[in-house]
C-alpha cells in the first residue's frame, strides 16, 4: 500500500506559515538603531551587499554624525573640521559619500574609506557642495556651489575633481542618482523657471525627462545600471506621483497606488522600485513596486523614511517611534498582516487546533490498525 499523505486544513497550514515567517523576519529584522544612547536618533542611508550600513546618528540636541554600522559595530566617520556630518550612499567596495562641515562651518561633500579617511571634494567655485550618489566603480555625483552662487549638478572626474553639468537652461541643478555607466539623474531649472528630471550621458549632455500629463515640474531620484529612471512628477491635478521611465515612457506608479503624493527614492538593479506616499497628511507609508505590482505596506510593517532598496531586496531608512528615528531595514516582500485579535478569531484557532487534534487522533488509529510497516507523511 502506498503511504497515505495527509494535509493539514488550509487555514491551520496559513496559521502556522504565518507563525514561520514572523519568526524569520523577527531574527532578521528585529534589531533597531546603531546601538545609539538613549535620547539619540539613527537612520540609514544605505546598505552594501557586505551588510555595511552607511548611516546617521541624530544627537538628542540637533547635531547630525557621520558613521558607518556593521554586525554590532559603529564607526565614526568624523567631519572636514567642523561639527557635523551626514551619509547618502555606499557602494560594494565600502567607499561612503556624503557631507559633512569643514572648520568655517561650511558643508563639503566628501568621499570616504577605511584606508584614507574622509576626503573633502571641494565645490565649483562656491562655498558649498553635497555629495548624493557613488557607482561601483567609484564615481560620485551631486550638487554645488559656483563662483556666480548657484548650484550646479556635478560628477566626478578620473582625479576625483568636479565636473559642472549645467543646467537646463535656467540659473540651478542638483544630482541624486548615478550608475555604473557614468549616466546621471537629477532636477534642473528651465529658462521659464520650472523644475524638470533630468539624465545626463557622458558626452551627449543634459535633457529633460518631462513630467506626467499636465504636470508643471518633475524630480529624477535614482537610476540602476539598465537605465531605468524614477522620481516624481506633478500630475494635472497638481499632486505628487511617483513615476518610473525607461527612456521611452514614463509609468504613472502614484495613479496604482490611487491615492496621496507618493515619491519613488530609490531602484535596484531587477528594477524594484521602492519610495514614499502621504495620504491625508497622515505619517508617511513604504510603497514598493515590482514585478507589475504596486504594494503599499502597512504603517507597522514598514518605514518612516525610505531611502534605498538592495539588489538583495532589503528596504532601507528609518522607522519613527514617536520621539527619535532609528535605522531599519525591511523585506520588500511585505509579512503577512497579523490576525485580528478579537474572541471570534480566538474561537476560530480554538475549533481549529481542536480539529486538527481530531484529525491526527484518527490517523494515528487508523495507522495502528491498518497501516502497520508504512511510513505517513504529513505535508
Not at 176 to 195: F, I, K, M
Not at 278 to 292: L, Q, R, S
Request: charged residues 15%; proline residues 3%; hydrophobic residues 40%.
Amino acid at each position: 500500500m502506498p503511504p497515505r499523505h495527509t494535509r493539514f486544513p488550509a487555514p491551520l497550514l496559513g496559521l502556522c506559515l504565518l507563525a514561520a515567517v514572523s519568526t524569520a523576519n523577527a531574527a532578521i529584522y528585529a534589531e533597531r538603531g546603531f546601538g545609539e544612547r538613549d535620547g539619540n536618533g539613527s537612520i540609514a542611508s544605505d546598505l552594501n551587499p557586505a551588510g555595511l550600513v552607511a548611516g546617521i546618528i541624530m544627537e538628542e540636541e540637533g547635531r547630525r554624525r557621520a558613521v558607518t554600522y556593521q554586525h554590532g559595530r559603529l564607526r565614526e566617520l568624523g567631519t572636514l573640521g567642523g561639527d557635523e556630518g551626514f551619509t547618502k550612499a555606499i557602494n560594494i567596495h565600502g567607499v561612503v559619500v556624503g557631507s559633512a562641515q569643514t572648520a568655517s562651518g561650511a558643508w563639503h561633500a566628501f568621499r570616504y574609506d577605511a584606508a584614507g579617511g574622509m576626503r573633502d571634494l571641494g565645490t565649483l567655485g562656491g562655498t558649498s557642495s553635497y555629495a548624493t550618489a557613488i557607482a561601483q566603480g567609484g564615481q560620485v555625483a551631486g550638487y554645488a556651489d559656483t563662483s556666480a552662487g548657484d548650484f550646479h549638478a556635478f560628477v566626478t572626474k578620473a582625479d576625483h575633481s568636479l565636473q559642472d553639468l549645467g543646467t537646463l537652461g535656467g540659473a540651478s541643478s542638483y544630482a541624486s542618482g548615478l550608475n555604473s555607466h557614468g549616466v546621471v539623474v537629477g532636477t534642473a531649472q528651465r529658462d521659464d523657471g520650472y523644475r524638470r528630471a533630468f539624465v545626463y550621458h557622458p558626452g551627449a549632455g543634459m535633457r529633460e525627462i518631462g513630467t506626467l500629463p499636465g504636470g508643471r515640474i518633475s524630480s529624477a531620484t535614482a537610476i540602476n545600471d539598465a537605465g531605468l529612471i524614477v522620481g516624481a512628477s506633478e500630475t494635472a491635478k497638481r499632486r505628487w506621483h511617483a513615476f518610473a521611465w525607461d527612456g521611452k515612457r514614463m509609468l504613472d506608479l502614484g495613479a496604482m497606488i490611487g491615492q496621496g503624493d507618493s515619491y519613488a527614492t530609490a531602484v535596484n538593479a531587477a528594477g524594484h522600485v521602492v519610495g514614499s506616499v502621504n495620504i491625508n497628511g497622515f505619517e508617511p507609508m513604504t510603497f514598493v513596486y515590482k514585478e507589475g505590482v504596486m504594494t503599499v505596506r502597512r504603517r507597522d510593517d514598514g518605514l518612516y523614511l525610505t531611502n534605498k532598496i538592495t539588489d538583495a531586496g532589503l528596504v532601507v531608512g528609518a522607522v519613527y517611534t514617536g520621539h527619535k528615528f532609528q535605522a531599519f531595514a525591511v523585506p520588500s516582500q511585505a509579512s503577512p498582516a497579523p490576525p485580528r485579535r478579537n474572541p471570534l478569531d480566538w474561537l476560530v484557532i480554538t475549533f481549529l487546533i481542536s480539529a486538527s487534534g481530531v484529525a491526527l487522533y484518527q490517523l494515528r488509529r487508523r495507522h495502528r490498525v491498518g497501516v502497520t510497516g508504512q511510513r505517513m507523511h504529513f505535508l
